[in-house]
Nanobody, 125 residues
Framework: QVQLVQSGGGSVQPGGSLRLACAVP????????MGWFRQNPGKEREGVAT????????RYADSVKGRFTISQEKVDNTLYLQMNGLKPEDTAMYYC??????????????????WGQGTQVTVSS
């Protein structure tokens, strides 16, 4: 069973920054793409950012472009999401995902095979 272990998150004021981390088995870095998603109660999970291992190309949801940065560190087998300029509407449970099953730069949750346990991000004054 593949386990993705998330860390980071928490509460921050608007305009603040947080970094999420996701420990990923090393072999996942050659399995197409990985990504970050978020979800609020009663709403569908939505794609935030994705990165593809072959050339480290990235794609972001329009709502986070210019504020969030996805990156991967193969040295320590970790996927990151740096979140700057946080807004109250960024409040959600955030999930990392791996193995996009040959879907390239996909922000569609159902295209990903493995998921982290989720971590809460709350942006509030």
């Amino acid at each position: 069973q593949v386990q993705l272990v998330q860390s980071g998150g928490g509460s921050v004021q608007p305009g603040g920054s947080l970094r999420l981390a996701c420990a990923v088995p090393g072999y996942m870095f050659i399995r197409d793409c990985m990504g970050w998603f978020r979800q609020n109660p009663g709403k569908e999970r939505e794609g935030v950012a994705t990165i593809c291992s072959e050339d480290e190309s990235t794609r972001y949801a329009d709502s986070v472009k210019g504020r969030f940065t996805i990156s991967q560190e193969k040295v320590d087998n970790t996927l990151y999401l740096q979140m700057n300029g946080l807004k109250p509407e960024d409040t959600a449970m955030y999930y990392c995902a791996a193995d996009s099953r040959s879907y390239w730069l996909s922000l569609i949750p159902k295209n990903y095979r493995y998921w982290g346990q989720g971590t809460q991000v709350t942006v509030s004054s």
